[in-house]
């Protein structure tokens, strides 16, 4: 388990930098149009928390959470570097820093990982409440985007062609290059399914907030995280599916 973690970390890094490679290379031609940012920053940042970890899950059990996990920190890190200096513009170095270092799940699973590798046996008083907090997040992920669906108005959003642009992008071209080139270089097993489909998310959910925060078309933000969320429900088992017969 100790190695699937580290390749785990490995594959999720080539399968981040893969994402960031594809979307800017696919959005050359716009590279100044206004809201250019924050459509780069749909189609490189995956849901994978909300959407992913609920899958997961239900495929691969804890170990497949344990090597998904390794998948979000380095989504995180990612996020509050290039992500953030992408959307705002410019880099504080501080900034970004105290962003990272107050992203309670980098903590969290350093903590995790700390008490995994040394055998450390965490309390019953502890452990189930942990446990039992852990069993939601399942169901809370599935209420949020049922509500995020539920809250919109797909025919309008729908108007917006550069949602197309987004949806090509984030659920057909990275996933397809990344399974390609995981073939290509025969990387199988358990750790290769949960990177892939973390990677085969939908646009992240924090993509509306910074559109906000930023001043970004939040149309656009919406539209893109509310239309990829729907075609996932039907994109993503069709996925894990196609994963679990060909890896």
């Not at 580290?6 to 981040?16: G, H, I, K």
């Not at 969290?108 to 502890?126: A, M, Q």
């Not at 199988?188 to 970004?216: H, K, N, R, W």
Request: charged share 10%; proline share 4%; aromatic share 8%.
């Amino acid at each position: 388990m100790l190695q699937n973690l580290l390749q785990s970390f490995a594959l999720s890094t080539v399968l981040l930098l893969l994402g960031l490679v594809i979307t800017f290379l696919l959005t050359l031609r716009i590279g100044k149009e206004k809201n250019t940012p924050i459509l780069r920053f749909a189609c490189i940042f995956s849901n994978a928390a909300y959407m992913g970890f609920p899958l997961i899950q239900a495929l691969f059990g804890a170990e497949g959470l344990l090597y998904a996990s390794a998948y979000v920190t380095l989504f995180n890190i990612l996020l509050w570097t290039v992500g953030y200096a992408m959307v705002s513009g410019k880099v504080r170095p501080g900034e970004v820093l105290h962003s990272i270092l107050t992203t309670p799940v980098l903590w969290s699973v350093l903590l995790g990982l700390t008490l995994y590798l040394c055998r450390v046996n965490v309390p019953e008083l502890i452990r189930q409440p942990l446990q039992l907090v852990g069993n939601m997040n399942t169901p809370l992920s599935m209420i949020i985007t049922g509500m995020l669906i539920a809250g919109s108005k797909p025919e309008k959003l729908l108007g917006n062609r550069e949602i197309y642009r987004i949806i090509l992008i984030r659920m057909l071209f990275i996933p397809l290059v990344s399974f390609l080139l995981f073939r290509l270089l025969s990387v199988q097993g358990m750790v290769a399914e949960v990177v892939l489909l973390l990677e085969a998310c939908p646009c992240a959910a924090i993509t509306s907030v910074f559109a906000v925060q930023f001043g970004y078309n939040e149309d656009l933000a919406a539209g893109s995280v509310v239309i990829t969320t729907f075609i996932s429900i039907v994109v993503l088992p069709l996925c894990a599916m196609a994963l679990t017969m060909m890896m």
